[in-house]
């Protein structure tokens, strides 16, 4: 143990040395010292290696601050793969967890995936320190970012009254660990903050916040239970329901921005979107049944399917989850889709994946916050080209190897079992081609691709707003409005 505390004190002062002093070359050994240590699992105990991680992502995450890329930037890439391996660690080391969670956050942010780092500022806010003031004033600095680029003032507003309150509760610590965020707070300072604190005070002081949102659900016990699960998971597609969890956030409110269009042309565009929109919110309530086991029994009777002594599943409701995972997939290539179909791009063998988004200069070109979220979203929908160490880790956990999963279904055989302990004692030959994997494990892979389209779906209304704003407009354009014909 001792041996341990005296590596990691020795490796923190050298990293914190290099930083200092802006020695890249130092840190680039270090690196690999640190990647050597952690690759042995037999080097420490997870504590000791979940530390090392930590360090390891601290070093990448300089590095890819000194490159200025964002749409290619592999130093910020690993320092998302050491966040996540990290959480993958049995036993990490608990009072190092709220950082990871804050610096996996600024990361994704850094990537422009804001609705992906908002609820890992929230989780990293929790507990009093260090992390806590980092992430009040990341998460208040990155909704009021995002503020500006909603094309709903309602949305705006509400981003910027949450972004008051995160601000606010900083201030009122007292205490500041950075004396540059303390004075960017500070009054007349002439930051940007400081002049939004200023601005809003007066207005937003005694605002109500969504839970203090007067609506009030009507609707029956089931559709009740489904909303519910939608809005705590932060499923409905509502740029709302990522500040709170409020009934008033129960809507799929999100539409496809106002854009230009000749006069002869119709809504061809949006009405692309509403297809996807609906598809996605079949798919989401087909997940939610799947998961609360809802189906006809009916249908799992008088089947005679082999038993291979695994505990093997052939349960309607793991049909259902299967289905839901199969269109999610099938509208994240469809938002491809759409973006070839408004950039004019003319491509072929259009896929959500990133081989798709590096052949298209044009979409780097745009230097599009949405565009470069999606570009390294799609990354982690995208195969593993034979890279044996792509699967394991730059995949969320829970969504380990979704890209892999999704070709099986599609074209191959996943067998769900109970529980993988009672595997592979029974059989063993080369006609078992199954893609394994628990019901536990389907449902967190099935949440992940959920929350992900989702995410992606924004990103994308987002990335065509953006670029309409900053279009330069002809004279013979015209802006095809929302007033266009809509169903409730």
């Not at 791009?345 to 230097?367: G, H, P, T, V």
Request: proline share 3%; net charge negative; glycine share 4%.
């Amino acid at each position: 143990m001792n041996n341990d505390l005296d590596l990691l004190n020795s490796l923190a002062l050298d990293i914190d040395s290099a930083i200092d002093n802006e020695r890249a070359d130092l840190l680039i050994i270090l690196s690999d010292q640190i990647n050597r240590l952690t690759k042995d699992e037999k080097a420490g105990s997870d504590n000791l290696r979940s530390t090392l991680t930590f360090y390891l992502s601290n070093i990448y995450q300089f590095l890819g601050a000194r490159s200025g890329d964002i749409w290619e930037n592999p130093d910020y890439a690993n320092a998302i793969i050491c966040h996540r391996k990290f959480y993958r660690f049995k036993e990490y080391t608990e009072n190092i967890l709220h950082k990871v969670q804050i610096n996996h956050a600024n990361s994704l942010e850094y990537l422009c995936r804001v609705f992906e780092a908002i609820p890992l500022w929230k989780k990293g806010i929790v507990n009093p320190g260090e992390p806590q003031e980092v992430g009040l004033y990341r998460l208040a600095s990155g909704l009021l970012n995002l503020s500006g680029h909603l094309y709903d003032d309602s949305h705006t507003y509400y981003y910027q009254l949450y972004s008051y309150k995160y601000l606010k509760a900083l201030k009122s610590k007292g205490f500041f660990y950075h004396s540059g965020i303390q004075s960017s707070l500070a009054a007349g300072s002439g930051s940007l903050t400081s002049k939004f604190l200023e601005h809003v005070q007066d207005s937003f002081d005694s605002a109500p916040d969504l839970l203090g949102h007067d609506y009030t659900p009507r609707h029956a016990k089931e559709e009740m239970r489904y909303r519910a699960w939608c809005k705590d998971n932060v499923l409905f597609l509502n740029p709302l329901n990522d500040l709170d969890s409020a009934w008033v956030v129960d809507h799929d409110v999100l539409s496809f921005p106002p854009y230009r269009t000749p006069v002869s042309q119709g809504p061809y565009l949006s009405a692309s979107f509403s297809s996807m929109k609906n598809e996605f919110c079949y798919y989401r309530h087909v997940f939610y049944e799947g998961t609360t086991k809802q189906y006809k029994r009916f249908i799992d009777k008088d089947k005679y399917l082999t038993d291979t002594l695994d505990g093997v599943i052939y349960e309607g409701h793991i049909e259902k989850v299967k289905s839901a995972l199969r269109g999610c997939f099938s509208v994240l290539d469809k938002i491809s889709r759409l973006l070839d179909k408004y950039y004019n791009l003319n491509s072929k063998n259009i896929a959500f994946n990133r081989q798709w988004f590096c052949q298209q200069k044009i979409l780097q070109d745009q230097i599009n916050p949405f565009l470069t979220a999606l570009y390294w979203l799609s990354k982690d929908f995208s195969p593993h080209d034979g890279n044996e160490l792509r699967p394991s880790y730059w995949l969320e956990d829970s969504a380990f190897e979704v890209r892999e999963l999704r070709n099986e279904l599609e074209h191959g055989w996943v067998r769900v079992v109970s529980d993988k302990k009672h595997q592979a004692a029974f059989w063993g030959n080369e006609h078992d081609y199954a893609y394994k994997l628990t019901s536990l494990e389907l449902i967190e892979k099935g949440m992940y691709v959920l929350k992900q389209t989702r995410n992606a779906l924004m990103y994308m209304c987002l990335a065509i707003n953006h670029t309409e704003k900053n279009h330069p407009k002809k004279d013979d354009d015209i802006i095809l409005s929302n007033d266009v014909p809509t169903i409730n």
